[in-house]
């Protein structure tokens, strides 16, 4: 009884700071505008469907971003990366978002990448895994302002496993929510960068945040009229 007490209570203090802040908090349309894009890449059966080309493929590794990146021709992994942390700007945050197994050993090293982004960049850095964070600063993603620098980061799972009565397995399901997400983002104006390891093992995974590493490195400082 005391615990669902405490339920009631932090329902009904979360209704009284949405009224005060002019927040409707029974309604979150930016998570599922997610869940919209998903379910439509889903199909009304089977895996999702194919995208487009990506931006770059190689070693491994897929890449794809929003409209607006520019990067030369001949770019690998670490320059498109510099080309997209060149985008920050004052007042802005870094997201990372790995649809990836939260085990100890990856959230350690992503956290570690995410540090290293905020002491280069001076900005406030975010490390969520998917799907659960789009139910959370998801919605904050697409619907709030437009001052968040986007990595969205996926593998191909060691094992798929079967939805029972469906006719796909949960990798399919979490990929279409990945690729969902990126899509909305990227709809919303949002400067985004999607990742697709083909290799998901820990050596995968450490290949690309050596690469992460170096791009933080070489991308060009600010002016000092530029510190937020």
Not at 55 to 66: K, N, P, R, Y
Not at 126 to 135: D, I, M
Not at 147 to 175: E, R
Request: aromatic content about 8%; some cysteine; proline content about 7%.
């Amino acid at each position: 009884a005391d615990l669902a007490a405490e339920f009631f209570r932090f329902e009904v203090a979360t209704a009284v700071a949405g009224a005060v802040l002019g927040v409707n908090p029974f309604d979150q349309p930016d998570v599922e505008s997610a869940k919209k894009a998903a379910r439509k890449r889903m199909g009304s059966e089977g895996p999702p469907r194919q995208r487009q080309a990506p931006l770059l493929e190689v070693h491994g590794i897929t890449v794809d971003a929003d409209a607006d990146l520019e990067i030369p021709e001949d770019a690998d992994l670490a320059e498109t990366l510099t080309a997209h942390f060149a985008r920050i700007r004052p007042g802005d945050y870094l997201a990372l978002n790995a649809f990836l197994d939260m085990d100890e050993r990856t959230a350690s090293r992503l956290d570690d990448l995410r540090r290293q982004a905020r002491d280069a960049f001076g900005v406030a850095t975010t490390l969520g895994f998917g799907p659960r964070f789009l139910h959370s600063t998801g919605q904050l993603h697409k619907g709030g302002p437009a001052t968040g620098l986007f990595i969205v980061l996926t593998a191909n799972d060691p094992v798929d496993i079967a939805i029972p009565g469906l006719p796909f397995d949960f990798s399919a399901l979490k990929q279409a929510q990945a690729e969902g997400d990126f899509q909305v983002l990227c709809e919303r104006g949002r400067r985004a960068l999607w990742i697709h390891l083909d290799d998901a093992s820990p050596r995968g995974i450490d290949a690309f945040l050596s690469m992460a590493r170096t791009a933080i490195e070489n991308t060009p400082p600010r002016s000092k009229g530029d510190s937020p």
